[in-house]
């Protein structure tokens, strides 16, 4: 793969605590994000898997600057972030967004859902006048699937899949060209989930949009994702192309989280085991550094 | 011999300040000792209402349970007072629910919570409680559980709590073992885990057990039958490899067919099921999954189908459909 760099991100850090907290005793440091180094290229959706406490969503909320990196350095279309004062950091945020996992809490209950996905171009300055900006709503709303004459309408006059469109919508309506997804359709009814990710898949092709989809559900990232990162208690063990990933997975975390996926077939699942995955004895050694195993293909060894 | 449990028209309605909501349309089922039943459905499909109204756990009013029988060995648990209903819980019917940071009490170390059933119910010394309680541990698999069991929740991992939501719904041994959604707020790797210790369970002491989940693939490694509800209501149900293979509900069919496998984008897009689920105050009038059906018919938008056994299924393989799902498959070019 040639394709330019969109977001580089090299020796990530983000702790927690471990500054003396009460009676000077002093919290355990957390490592949340632990020297994490990658790129995202543009055009393409980088899977980042991993369980809870693995560091996946503080790495988005990191990359997005909406949390301060204790070290490392994240570069955006050649441009150091890291350092960088609030303002000076603005026209970057417009081209880097976030969709949340729950699109309930999301929403603000008193405003239009019109009015919701209007708000950031008028924090950005972004269109003109408030007809232009309507338009542009209207727009947007149909780029979703949503009927544009909704926009008057309140968040609770939806379901749980309008109202992640809406979101989805909020995002793109500052034209951005990359869009961090946390788990975007894990709080979703399940017959709802495949709309959202052929959603998904329709933006990029028709805007050309980079994505970095954090989710556990490992087959929805099969399906979506060019390449996959898998993260391990704030280390990302093994990234490589999907297929590899899925096909000939290295590292023995990677193994043990694949062969626990149900499948929902009966017969496939009677012949599953899980493999069992074993932190202490089983991570990788100390001093242990990517090491290429195939074509674009690393793990921590 | 009877079965177990028997379900009989079991119909579940809650007022709310929009109106009322249809929870459980006239559900019958009957489970058969030893079985394991994974009912699937969404939000508002009624299966966690079904499954609390029928041992008396919806708070009522709003819930009010509009007509049904749920026979319990050849008893209507319905018909019970709280206080004898009180002592088939917990004993009998054990339950695991799916959030175990708020289903454990965190001021209680998880000893006591083990040991409470076992003394309520089964009238069990301190000690010998204590001793029970330790081997309950041992068994749902943590490590060091004279130890552990003198700690607080607070000291377990989420996985380790909901073994001990586990090891206190099956402490005395119930004939019935009600999850509802007990792995869903899991790792993968932990709920692997948990289900090998269910599976153990059934091996080892016979429990049936009632899995309530929106995981396809759980039920397909965990159920004997599976049980598809849809808006109050079981759209299909059957042996596991018979629905599975041979799905003759548009909504089973629809959710399995939505599910990506081993396809990849490059492959085709994701099969997607149109709309959302209904709002269960204003029910559709016949089959509920017919607005959002491709292959509905005129009928299925009047009139409830009868939920009646698939002709050339296998036996107890069951459908609600006015239409014939495989003719309409191969009408559409989706074979």
């Known amino acids: 793969m040639s394709a330019t760099t969109l977001l580089k991100v090299s020796d990530l850090q983000k702790t927690f605590g471990g500054k003396g907290g009460l009676l000077g005793r002093g919290r355990p440091e957390v490592r949340a994000v632990d020297h994490v180094s990658f790129e995202v290229r543009q055009g393409e959706t980088l899977g980042l898997v991993g369980e809870s406490g693995s560091g996946k969503s503080t790495t988005g909320r990191v990359l997005l600057q909406l949390e301060h990196p204790t070290g490392g350095e994240i570069e955006f279309e050649g441009n150091r972030l890291t350092g960088l004062s609030k303002s000076a950091l603005k026209p970057f945020r417009r081209k880097m967004q976030i969709i949340f996992q729950d699109p309930y809490a999301s929403l603000n209950p008193r405003m239009t859902v019109g009015d919701f996905v209007e708000e950031p171009m008028i924090v950005h300055r972004l269109v003109g006048g408030r007809a232009e900006r309507r338009a542009r709503v209207a727009e947007l709303f149909d780029l979703v699937g949503l009927d544009p004459s909704f926009a008057r309408r309140y968040p609770h006059e939806f379901s749980g899949g309008q109202r992640q469109r809406i979101n989805i919508a909020r995002a793109l309506a500052l034209e951005p060209s990359f869009i961090v997804a946390d788990e975007p359709i894990t709080a979703l009814d399940v017959s709802i989930q495949a709309q959202i990710v052929n959603l998904f898949q329709d933006l990029q092709e028709r805007l050309g949009l980079t994505y970095l989809f954090i989710a556990h559900d490992l087959s929805m990232i099969r399906y979506l994702c060019h390449r996959v990162a898998v993260m391990l208690r704030g280390k990302i063990v093994e990234i490589g192309p999907t297929e590899a990933i899925f096909a000939n997975p290295q590292h023995a975390y990677t193994r043990a989280l694949l062969s626990a996926i149900p499948v929902p077939d009966p017969d496939v699942e009677s012949q599953r085991h899980a493999i069992a995955f074993d932190y202490e004895t089983q991570k990788s050694p100390d001093g242990a550094e990517m090491r290429p195993v195939g074509p674009d293909h690393y793990v921590l060894a | ?335």
Not at chain 2, 287 to 311: I, K, S, W, Y
């Open chain 2, 1 to 335: 011999m009877a079965p177990l449990l028997q379900i009989r028209n079991l119909t579940v309605e809650f007022s709310t300040r929009a109106g009322t909501l249809h929870a459980v349309n006239d559900v019958s089922y009957a489970l058969e000792a030893g079985e394991t039943l994974g009912i699937v459905g969404e939000s508002g499909s009624g299966k966690s209402v079904h499954a609390l109204a029928m041992v008396g756990l919806i708070p009522t009013p709003p819930g009010r349970i509009v007509s049904g029988e749920v026979l319990f060995e050849g008893v209507d648990l319905l018909k019970l007072p709280e206080r004898e209903l009180r002592d088939i819980r917990g004993r009998k019917i054990g339950f695991v629910f799916q959030d175990p940071m708020t289903s454990l009490n965190p001021v209680l170390t998880v000893g006591r919570q083990i040991m409470e059933p076992l003394r309520r119910h089964l009238g069990l010394s301190a000690a010998k409680a204590r001793a029970r309680a330790i081997e309950l541990l041992d068994l749902v698999g943590i490590v060091d559980p004279a130890r552990r069991i003198d700690q607080f929740p607070f000291e377990f991992s989420g996985g380790m709590r909901q073994r001990v939501m586990i090891a206190i719904g099956i402490a005395c041994d119930p004939k019935l073992l009600i999850a509802d959604e007990a792995t869903t707020a899991l790792d993968v790797t932990v709920q692997a885990q948990i289900l090998e210790l269910v599976r153990d369970l059934k091996k080892k002491i016979g429990t049936t057990v009632i899995w309530i989940t929106h995981d396809m693939g759980v039920v397909a490694g965990l159920a004997d039958t599976i049980q598809v509800m849809y808006g109050g209501r079981i759209m299909e149900r059957g042996p596991v490899r018979s629905v599975f293979k041979d799905p003759r509900s548009a909504y089973t069919w629809g959710l399995l067919r939505s599910l990506p496998g081993k396809l990849t984008a490059a492959d085709q897009r994701l099969y997607q099921i149109p709309g959302s689920p209904p709002n269960m105050i204003h029910p559709p009038a016949g089959d509920p999954f017919a607005p959002r059906n491709e292959f509905a018919t005129e009928r299925c938008l009047r009139e409830v189908p009868p939920l009646l056994q698939v002709g050339a299924g296998a036996p107890g393989h069951m459908a609600a459909a006015w239409y014939d799902l495989p003719a309409a498959l191969e009408n559409k070019g989706y074979a």
